[in-house]
């Protein structure tokens, strides 16, 4: 089952003197997230990411378009409490305690009064404020601040969280702690949508990405398919003093630490590589194709589309002239890209 | 009462009181202890005029601008902080968070005013030794008072739901003055000849009556205040307010969350 369902979401704002100039900030959005999948939506600053995660919560209304999460429209108040939400940089009520504000948030809940404070303290303790659940929020570091806003969202053990820039201001030790949390949420088999600019994090959490920029949505695909994504370059790590010549004239970018070579060169050539490592009585440490990581992916999304465009037709320009000269042997690989193309272009369409 | 409403209006009740709010109180007391022992030093048989006089205008002054300054900032200040988010983001309506507001802030002022009405009393205890009949009327004045509050409130509550803070302050402010003066409008509109008379009379009836809210002087002089009174001004009060709430609510509805 979809948990997420959004069907062409749009929103522009009136802008100038006279509130007549329309200011497209989310062009029509397309995209269907499952129920226990963990989806990262990725994006500069501006992009459009917290305008959709306000659509989706009732905040702004959409110019054209709607949602559906977990089956329901995502205005029925019914939804909403299956719902967690941390929004960016969260603000809390400075009077109220930790432990104030999460009982608050769970009458608000509706989480039943029988149990609540047991379901609070459990909270507080998974986010590591035991100690400072009595302490008014006004005394509060950022980062606990972000730890208070992670347990609001899933106190009331919601089936489906949205989190908006989880990991900001946080600490190397508080971005390991929101890590594990995703990945128990993930366990749980809660779906969790989270808006991110920092990949490394969605590389390890998510199990699909979507590329915002500008308001459009310029691509959508799984982690794991997106990183298997070679580009037809072979990386060739060997132990020697100084880069043979022989593997230079292969077309090879090489470059020596210590007593170890490292060339990147076309994969067409990892046979005539090997034979100069044989012939030069060199001793391989590893060979392995070069993939592509989540930040190349992210990159090539955020480049204007006529920019993408020249940069598919190469591609696909490259991949014509390597299965002539391969043969059969592309064919896999030619097969897996066109899926991706295919995913890519569904995400743009959208 | 809905629940979630209760716990709203909790919250903000206790927003307040954390907020230090009460602490007006602190300079209420030192005005009205200060008044009644230079009365009982100069005065001659007008101290309970001037006591109670005194203590009411005092009692609604300082209620009214609390009424304003945390009015406008119920809603606003809650866009502004976006701690709104969070609480929109449950299973709450909007016109539930916004009555919620404004059942917080009346139930502040209805035990701030409690609390000065206390201090009123005692300053009538300490200029006439006793407390006479005449004195009730002292809370049907009081009673109109927390009324007046609810307006109040229910109007910074709209003007905040599409103004900025200032501009809200300002336009509620004005509209108590003139509310003040609404007796006299209505006489006015009454004297108006021609097509001003439907103009007149429309901006008279528009505007809050708080003057007929206002019956300081007469229990100050120990008038009693006609039973028909209570009931009109409570049914005026109820409706005037919940007009402004629902506009409030109208506007808010569709408002974006910046």
Not at chain 1, 262 to 284: G, S, T
């Amino acid at each position: 089952m979809a948990a997420i369902e959004i069907l062409d979401l749009e929103k522009s704002y009136l802008v100038g003197f006279w509130r007549k100039r329309p200011k497209l900030a989310l062009r029509p959005l397309r995209l269907t997230i499952e129920a226990g999948e963990v989806f990262g939506f990725l994006g500069p600053n501006g992009a459009g990411k917290t305008t959709t995660l306000k659509l989706l919560m009732g905040l702004v209304f959409p110019t054209a378009g709607t949602a559906r999460l977990l089956g329901r429209a995502m205005d029925d108040p019914a939804v909403k409490s299956q719902i967690g939400f941390l929004p960016e940089q969260p603000y809390f009520y400075d009077h109220l305690s930790a432990r104030e504000l999460l009982n608050y948030y769970g009458q608000l809940s509706g989480v039943p009064a029988k149990g609540r404070s047991a379901r609070v303290e459990q909270m507080l303790e998974r986010v590591g404020l035991s100690d400072s659940a009595g302490v008014q929020l006004r005394k509060f570091s950022k980062g606990m601040l972000q730890r208070v806003g992670l347990a609001q969202a899933i106190l009331h053990d919601p089936k489906l969280v949205f989190l908006d820039e989880p990991m900001s201001g946080l600490d190397p030790m508080g971005r390991r702690e929101v890590r594990d949390l995703i990945q128990q949420l993930r366990s749980e088999g809660k779906t969790v949508f989270f808006s991110t600019h920092i990949l490394s994090d969605a590389e390890a959490l998510c199990d699909r990405v979507g590329v915002i920029h500008q308001g459009e949505l310029r691509g959508v695909g799984a982690v794991a398919e997106l990183m298997t994504g070679t580009q037809g370059k072979i990386e060739i790590i060997f132990y020697a003093q100084k880069v043979p010549a022989s593997l230079t004239a292969l077309g090879a970018e090489a470059r020596v630490s210590g007593d170890m070579v490292n060339a990147v060169l076309p994969e067409e050539q990892q046979d005539a590589a090997l034979e100069v490592l044989r012939r030069e009585h060199l001793k391989l440490i590893s060979l392995a194709p070069v993939r592509r990581s989540l930040e190349e992916y992210y990159i090539q999304k955020l480049r204007p589309t006529e920019v993408q465009n020249t940069e598919v037709q190469n591609e696909e320009k490259q991949n014509e002239a390597r299965r002539n000269r391969n043969g059969q042997n592309e064919a896999a690989t030619d097969e897996d890209l066109r899926k991706e193309k295919q995913e890519d272009r569904k995400g743009v369409g959208a | 009462m809905n629940p979630r409403i209760g716990y709203i209006a909790f919250n903000t009740f206790r927003e307040a009181v954390r907020d230090r709010v009460l602490y007006n109180l602190i300079a209420f007391a030192l005005v009205l202890s200060g008044a009644a022992i230079i009365v009982g030093e100069i005065s001659i048989d007008i101290e309970r005029l001037v006591v109670v006089n005194l203590g009411l205008t005092a009692v609604s002054l300082f209620g009214v601008v609390i009424a304003i300054f945390i009015g406008i900032g119920l809603v606003s200040k809650e866009i502004d902080k976006r701690t709104l988010y969070t609480v929109l983001s449950r299973p709450v309506r909007r016109w539930e968070f916004v009555v919620g507001k404004f059942f917080g802030l009346t139930g502040t002022l209805v035990v701030n005013t409690f609390l000065m009405a206390v201090g009123v009393f005692l300053a009538l205890l300490y200029v006439n030794n006793k407390f006479e009949r005449m004195d009730l009327w002292v809370l049907a004045a009081l009673y109109f008072i927390v009324l007046q509050f609810l307006i109040v409130c229910a109007l910074a509550l709209f003007f905040s739901s599409f103004s900025t803070p200032l501009m809200s302050a300002v336009f509620t402010f004005a509209l108590f003055v003139i509310g003040n003066l609404a007796e006299d409008m209505r006489a006015l509109a009454r004297a108006t000849h021609g097509a001003a008379v439907w103009l007149a009379t429309g901006i008279a009836y528009l505007v809050p009556n708080f003057s007929a809210l206002n019956v300081i002087s007469q229990v100050a002089h120990g008038d009693p205040i006609p039973a028909r009174l209570i009931l009109y001004n409570t049914v005026y009060a109820l409706l005037y307010s919940a007009m402004a709430i629902s506009g409030a609510v109208l506007i808010f509805q569709r408002r974006n969350l910046k």
